[in-house]
């Protein structure tokens, strides 16, 4: 059974980059079958799309986002990352990986990660 | 974007009780449209996909209905495990949205 855990820095400076790992057990996350999704949570409010990221390297993200992120995949160790750039308090967050079967429009995510929660703060 | 709206944002019921929850977009989504099941300090758990799929090990107390702008999340007969926050989620169009989500709890 497949699973997924984030891990990086829980505290970030204001204007430094965030970066997260997120580490797939149980599945390879080459097949092809599946893209690869980050979700975030600001605490007590909804949930937002950051974008995706195919095996490929092909990604998608969220427009509101595209300037300040970057996806990436690295097949030899199982893993794919986030890197937001220039993080200011309202990116403080819960962040999720997600595994995604939808199609290359539509995602669709069926197991996700613990999340890791990350405080932009100085 | 597309926008998503809950109602209602949250709800008292009792154990056995019908819950109904509405998920509505801002224009029509088709049936792209997924519901989570989240709990406090959990993951989201997708629960029902494409509006009235019922995810591979979901109870079957879980319903999804709906097409174009107003879809359904019915739980037939709440269990104590259920209680939780609800959220929909649109994948028509990107910027992906999620609603806002309905809290569900103890009357």
């Known amino acids: 059974q497949v699973q997924l855990q984030e891990s990086g820095p829980g505290l970030v400076k204001p204007s430094q980059t965030l970066s997260l790992t997120c580490t797939v057990s149980?599945?390879?996350?080459?097949?092809?079958?599946?893209?690869w999704s980050w979700i975030r949570q600001p605490a007590g409010k909804g949930l937002e799309w950051i974008g995706r990221i195919y095996t490929t390297g092909s990604t998608n993200y969220n427009p509101s986002l595209k300037s300040r992120v970057t996806m990436s995949i690295d097949t030899s160790k199982n893993q794919f990352s986030l890197k937001l750039s220039s993080v200011t308090a309202a990116d403080t967050a819960v962040y999720y990986c997600?595994?995604?079967?939808?199609?290359?429009?539509?995602?669709?995510?069926?197991?996700w990660g613990q999340g890791a929660t990350v405080t932009v703060s100085s | 974007d597309i926008q998503m709206t809950q109602s209602p944002s949250s709800l008292s019921a009792s154990v056995g009780d019908r819950v109904t929850i509405t998920c509505r977009a801002s224009q029509s989504i088709a049936n792209y449209l997924h519901w989570f099941q989240q709990k406090p300090g959990n993951a989201p758990k997708l629960l029902i996909y494409?509006?009235?799929t019922l995810q591979s090990g979901v109870p079957s107390r879980f319903s999804g209905s709906g097409s174009g702008t107003d879809f359904t999340l019915t739980i037939s007969s709440l269990q104590p495990e259920d209680f939780a926050t609800y959220s929909c989620?649109?994948?028509?169009?990107?910027?992906?949205?999620f609603g806002p989500g309905t809290k569900v709890d103890i009357k």
């Open positions: 989620q649109q994948s028509y169009s990107a910027p992906f949205t």
């Open positions: 494409l509006a009235s």
């Open positions: 149980g599945g390879s996350i080459s097949s092809g079958t599946y893209y």
């Open positions: 997600a595994r995604d079967y939808g199609s290359g429009s539509s995602p669709l995510m069926d197991v």
